[in-house]
């Protein structure tokens, strides 16, 4: 792998986070109708469905059948729930601590991947890598919490999402290179939908299939935007590129997602951002661009 490829590769993953961090407000105002199980469940299926359906008319176009295998299935099965526990401990969590500590335990992720990565895949992170991991949880640190932490009970709950992230990180790393890209991430999509609906079945009751909500012109417009952009192609794009980009660097590079969330509150909420978060934003891209550092990129492009 290039330099150059590899670097694409990082700019295609920062422009995920950036779709991701930018449609944080649309998202809270559909969760004020919507819970947010019946958001997810909605929303990685009609991805799932969308992603199925791409594959069908491709493969037939081409003629060649899809790659599916009992193994292939097990891995997005193993995908899926990592992201299912990522996404409802998240949630959970924010019912018994505070927004800014789920922001920052979350981002915790960071952290857990260049070990998880270390530990599982046995690639150790470079030097720069590393100083770009410390750089950006500090930034972390004072964005999501302007420098005041305490503890809560529901911060072990999120912490449990941070882990689920980082694991999710490290096992597409570890199978990606192994199945076909598409095929992966429609088996965990569906995963994901499917352990949102039995969940959202069992918490929000018939809430879930509240057709009068979830087909209003705006959380439509909403759920097919995030499922589509937000997580059809996110993760079609996270699942291919990761055979191109060290998890350690997809782990620093999605913590922007925060950093992008917070200046477009101050862009179109017209939230004012403090010297705390300033500095946390520029702490964090320190960290991406020193995660970037040519001489770590040269070494491992020549293994």
């Given at each position: 792998m290039t330099l150059k490829q590899a670097l694409t590769a990082d700019t295609i993953l920062l422009g995920i986070t950036f779709v991701w961090g930018t449609t944080f407000i649309i998202v809270q105002?559909?969760?004020d109708q919507l819970t947010p199980l019946t958001f997810n469940a909605w929303r990685f299926l009609i991805a799932a469905l969308f992603l199925a359906g791409w594959q069908f008319l491709f493969k037939q176009r081409k003629g060649t059948p899809a790659r599916w295998s009992p193994r292939l299935i097990v891995s997005g099965a193993i995908?899926?729930?990592?992201?299912?526990?990522g996404y409802a401990c998240q949630t959970i969590g924010l019912l018994y601590t505070s927004a800014s500590n789920t922001a920052f335990i979350t981002g915790l992720s960071v952290v857990i991947v260049p070990i998880?990565?270390?530990?599982l895949l046995k690639k150790a992170p470079s030097v720069p890598a590393i100083i770009g991991v410390i750089s950006a949880t500090i930034g972390l640190y004072f964005l999501t919490t302007k420098g005041a932490f305490s503890l809560n009970k529901g911060d072990m709950i999120v912490l449990i999402c941070a882990a689920s992230f980082a694991l999710h990180i490290i096992f597409?790393?570890?199978v990606t290179e192994q199945f076909d890209s598409l095929s992966l991430t429609i088996a965990q999509l569906t995963v994901v939908?499917?352990?949102?609906?039995?969940?959202g079945l069992l918490f929000d009751g018939r809430k879930i299939f509240d057709w009068q909500t979830v087909a209003a012109p705006d959380v439509t417009a909403v759920i097919l935007f995030m499922a589509l952009f937000a997580t059809a192609f996110a993760f079609l794009l996270q699942t291919a590129l990761q055979k191109k980009t060290p998890a350690t660097h997809v782990g620093i590079i999605f913590?922007?997602?925060p950093v992008?969330?917070?200046w477009t509150s101050f862009f179109f909420q017209h939230v004012q951002l403090g010297e705390s978060e300033i500095t946390g934003c520029v702490l964090i891209l320190a960290g991406m661009l020193l995660a970037e550092w040519p001489a770590g990129r040269t070494r491992r492009s020549r293994s």
């Open positions: 105002n559909v969760l995908l899926g729930i990592f992201l299912f526990i998880l990565s270390a530990l597409t790393a570890k939908s499917v352990l949102s609906f039995l969940t913590i922007m997602e992008f969330a917070a």
